[in-house]
Structure formats: C-alpha cells, structure tokens
C-alpha cells in the first residue's frame, strides 16, 4: 500500500516537471528548503586552499615567469608532490603551452626537474580555438585520461576568434563562461594563462588586459607580478569563490628555474569544529567503514538531541567537509521506505 502510494507521488511529481518544462515561459527556480534539502557535489580541491575545479585565469607581464609557474603546477599535480606547504591530490594534466615549440619544453622541464619519467603529464603546442572545436578536443583527451584534474590553456589569446580584433565586457564574459561551463560538466579545473596592461591601477586585479568581464566569469584569478623586472622577487595574489585571499611572498630560484615560497602575507583561516561532524567520524570510520538508515536512528547512533530535518540538512551543507576532512561519502536518498542517508568511509590511499 505504502509503495503505492510511494509510486503514485513520484509519478505526479514527474508529470508536473514535464509540464512545467514545456512551458516556454518556465524559470527554473528552487525555494531554500528545497536548497537545503539537495545533497551537492563537492568541488574538487586540486591543490588545497590554493585551486579548485572550476575556471581561474593566472596572470601577470609578459616574461614574468607565468609559463615556468605553469609547468611546476603541472608536475607537483601529476606528481602528487605537495606544492610548498599546500596539500596536492595528484590527476592527469594537460599543458596547452600554445606559446612554445616542444624543444623549448623540452629544455625547460629538464632544467626544472632532471630526467624523472612522468606518464601523467601531457603537453601540446597546438589546440583548436574555442569557435572551432577545442571543447571536442579536450572532452576526447579526458576520455582517454579519466583522472585528468587540471587543463592548463597558455594562452588564453591562443584560443579566441583570431577575426575579433576589439574585445567588449560581453565577448570577455562569453569565452570565460563557455569555458566555465565546460570545466563544472567535467568537475575538471581550467587554468587560462592571460597577460597584464600596463595601466596603474590600486586595485591589482583591475590591471588584467581587457575588461572586468574576464575575471567576472572566472571562479578565480593568479596574479603574478614584481616591482622590478630584474628582481627575482615576486608576489602572487589569489582571489576567488572557493577560496580565501591570499598574498604569497616568491622567490624564483634561476639554477632550477622554480619558484619558491618565502612568505605568506595572512594565515588562512579554519573552520571551528563541528560536533556532528566529529561524531559521525567517530561512528563511521575504518572499523565501520559504512552505514546506511533514516535521519532518527542516526540521531539515536550518535546520541543528539536535534530534529531529523536539521540533521540531514546540516549533513547536505556539509557534504563536501565530510568528504574532504573525514574522507567519509554522504547520500541522502529517497526509497520506497522513506528518506535514508548513507556513509562510506573513503580512505586516504597511501
């Protein structure tokens, strides 16, 4: 009777989306409740607090170092070597260094990093622009390296319409969005390497070459600049949504050819605590490595007196925390026996 009845709900609740949808006038829209009540996927961090999926553009003049940036990024990723004293989770990456010839790259990354082998670093001279066909070419390369993490686009000149001269804040937003778009389908993170203008500007930000619509669209920017262009000095500030601002103090070591961090202008600031969070690690852990029940029988596991709809929707805000701080999995499903939240402890490979 129950799974009827079950059935019956979700059917009209499908027919009333088909019906809505066919609506040429319909605005796709959410209450908060129903906010609160989805489950999202997290955003991968490909280097913590540094760079996460998503589109960023790095910036700075031209010959300031931003292709040398690029290939260690492009390294300590596919290396899963820890970038200073960032955390790396390793992937795949694909360097479009649309600016040089593989003997250049040849001889930078041998200065870089002596004869290692690395099967997960690629790199290519040549690419489509964006009107003609790159999204199809980087879908094709993600088929064949399914853990690819990061796409590095130098530069991002290299692939706009090589027929518009005059960029306007419309055409800058358009060619960060389509690439936005493509980065959030795939959960993949697209680096676009850009240049500066020469204009003062007391924001730092503003002095990215063309108009406000560039970073706009981006989920971040890089902005790597010196005081002097002798000085082997430099400072990297970082701007975006998923992460905190920040001022790092470089240095760039000529012997090797890398960049070394001296100093980090603000200590980044944690998050305090969470005690559901705690318990659930303390239930759900190597010795019970998952869990499957409702909303009331967790709250009895772990002992709290709070309402089963405040206890999923805190755990449906907090699904990416769990999963990157706990390394435990979180769905919240609806079943035939009502709604069910499900753990599965991820652990860290070593």
């Not at 010839?101 to 001889?107: E, I, K, P, S």
């Not at 499900?342 to 860290?348: D, G, I, L, M, S």
Request: aromatic share 12%; with cysteine.
């Amino acid at each position: 009777m129950f799974e009827e009845k079950f059935d019956d709900i979700a059917m009209d609740e499908m027919q009333e989306f088909y019906r809505q949808m066919s609506n040429p006038y319909y605005l796709p829209a959410k209450s908060l409740t129903a906010l609160y009540d989805e489950v999202y996927k997290p955003r991968t961090p490909i280097i913590e607090n540094l760079l996460y999926s998503g589109t960023y553009l790095f910036v700075g003049a031209p010959k300031v170092g931003k292709s040398f940036f690029m290939a260690q990024l492009g390294y300590h990723i596919s290396t899963e070597t820890n970038l200073w004293s960032y955390k790396v989770n390793n992937g795949t990456v694909l360097y479009l260094a649309l600016e040089d010839d593989y003997a250049r790259l040849q001889h930078r990354l041998y200065t870089m990093f002596g004869d290692t082998e690395n099967e997960n670093f690629y790199l290519s001279t040549h690419s489509n622009q964006l009107n003609e066909g790159l999204d199809k070419q980087l879908e094709y390369f993600m088929a064949k390296h399914k853990d690819t993490k990061l796409i590095i686009i130098d530069t991002l000149q290299k692939i706009r319409d090589a027929g518009s001269d005059k960029y306007s804040y419309g055409s800058d937003y358009d060619i960060v969005t389509k690439l936005k778009k493509f980065s959030d389908s795939n959960n993949v993170c697209l680096l676009l390497v850009h240049h500066t203008r020469k204009q003062h500007a007391d924001d730092c930000f503003e002095t990215i070459s063309g108009t406000n619509g560039l970073l706009g669209a981006a989920d971040g920017a890089f902005l790597l600049q010196k005081e002097k262009r002798t000085s082997p000095k430099a400072t990297l500030d970082i701007v975006g949504r998923d992460q905190q601002d920040q001022r790092l103090y470089l240095k760039f070591n000529s012997e090797h050819c890398l960049w070394e961090l001296t100093k980090i202008e603000n200590e980044l600031w944690k998050l305090p605590t969470d005690d559901i969070l705690e318990r659930v690690s303390e239930f759900v852990n190597a010795d019970i490595p998952e869990w499957t029940g409702t909303a009331t029988e967790l709250i009895s596991k772990l002992s709290l007196d709070i309402q089963p709809n405040t206890m999923t929707r805190h755990l449906n805000v907090n699904a990416d925390r769990l999963f990157y701080e706990y390394q435990i999995a979180y769905e919240n499903t609806r079943t035939h026996s009502g709604r069910q939240v499900t753990f599965q402890y991820v652990p860290k490979e070593e």
